[in-house]
């Protein structure tokens, strides 16, 4: 199968946001893959002060283009992630559609990017936000996917559960910085691919420095060996990656670490 990874530049108008994801979304149909996945917070800039005033309830205008995005180019659509309100809270969410434009899985971050790095990035997603109640999977024509947010990435139980569940790809959507993304990014998918023996997929926003936040991007896809297969650099970039499946039953016939052991 073929995994598109949309490395978008999000900016602070809302609706070119929506615009671009849509004209992404074309192209990776037009260049043959089967899914495209969006980065986090793909309809707001990454910043608390944009969080309450970018929320949408589930059901709003950029869910309802998200499942039309799917639906007209007849492909599956991770929707990144957006700002959503539900019952005065703000939460983290990502929205996967299929091909038909109907809702696949539904998803809040659980573990919300709280840090201060000593001379360094410090961030703190609960000063707007809410955590969600955990990480699940989702089915598709070519088998269960996985999917967490960002910060998720560095829970390596929660990708375990998600392997356990029968994850083949996982999917995240995610934005790290100029602090962690030089020195963890790449290591972090590596490693949860290598110890769950499963692709990873990993979809960062375009660096904008004229934000507060800077996006590391280095959207890439991590094989269930832990090799690269693909990444980008930090601009506007798409790449359309061939996933085979196969190999994630062939490195855990080669190398039995799981438990119980699991051939697909
Ligand atoms: N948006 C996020 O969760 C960022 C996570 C991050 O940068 C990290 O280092 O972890």
Not at 42 to 67: M, Q
Not at 94 to 116: C, P, V
């Amino acid at each position: 199968m073929k995994i598109a990874l949309l490395q978008m530049m999000v900016t602070a108008d809302k609706e070119k946001n929506l615009k671009r994801a849509e004209e992404l979304v074309n192209k990776a149909a037009q260049g043959g893959a089967d899914m495209a996945v969006l980065p986090e917070m793909f309809n707001c800039p990454y910043d608390n002060a944009y969080f309450p005033e970018y929320a949408e309830p589930k059901g709003g205008e950029t869910y309802r283009r998200l499942s039309e995005m799917a639906k007209e180019n007849a492909i599956y659509v991770v929707g990144g992630s957006i700002p959503q309100i539900k019952e005065n809270k703000i939460y983290n969410t990502s929205y996967t559609f299929d091909r038909q434009g109907n809702e696949l899985h539904d998803y809040s971050k659980t573990h919300l990017f709280d840090i201060q790095v000593d001379g360094g990035q410090a961030f703190k997603e609960s000063d707007t936000l809410t955590p969600g109640n955990g990480m699940g999977v989702f089915q598709t024509e070519f088998g269960l996917f996985g999917l967490g947010i960002c910060f998720d990435v560095r829970f390596q139980s929660d990708w375990e559960m998600l392997q356990k569940q029968g994850a083949l790809v996982c999917i995240v959507p995610g934005a790290f910085n100029m602090t962690t993304g030089p020195a963890h990014w790449e290591l972090l998918f590596r490693a949860r691919a290598v110890d769950n023996q499963l692709f990873m997929v990993g979809v960062s926003p375009a660096r904008d420095l004229d934000f507060s936040y800077h996006a590391y991007g280095h959207s890439l896809v991590a094989d269930p060996w832990g090799s690269v297969l693909t990444q980008l650099g930090f601009e506007e970039d798409i790449a359309i990656v061939s996933v085979d499946l196969e190999r994630v039953a062939s490195v855990r016939r080669q190398i039995p670490i799981l438990s119980p052991p699991v051939m697909e």
